[in-house]
């Protein structure tokens, strides 16, 4: 089993930044994808970003391309979501998740998930 621990969740105006954490702990830790969704109350989970196990390769929605970005510390079996221009449209619980094949961008295609960090974007 892998556990996923998200943080640094919280309340920030519009324009403002914030640091989403993702640590992992458990099975062997390698060559994975992992990746970051988030849903909305009355939404679907909807993918935001990912990440390859080397880093080399990195995915996102275009509703965050050129605000967000993802990195990952393997060392420290930690994934990171640097959130920039923050916009009330990204309010929603953002969630971590692992896979190790499957396409990147699809939910079900994940076999580990966190429980979830709440993200409040104010106008």
């Known amino acids: 089993q892998v556990q996923l621990v998200e943080s640094g969740g919280g309340l920030v105006q519009a324009g403002g930044s914030l640091r989403l954490s993702c640590a992992a702990s458990?099975?062997?830790?390698?060559?994975?994808?992992m990746g970051w969704f988030r849903q909305a109350p009355g939404k679907e989970r909807e993918f935001v970003s990912a990440i390859s196990w080397t880093g080399s390769f990195t995915y996102y929605a275009d509703s965050v391309k050129g605000r967000f970005t993802i990195s990952r510390d393997n060392a420290k079996n930690t994934m990171y979501l640097q959130m920039n221009g923050l916009k009330p449209e990204d309010t929603a619980v953002y969630y971590c998740a692992a896979q190790y094949s499957g396409s990147a961008q699809a939910p079900h295609d994940y076999d580990y998930w966190g429980q979830g960090t709440q993200v409040t974007v104010s106008s």
């Open positions: 458990g099975r062997t830790w390698r060559n994975n994808r």
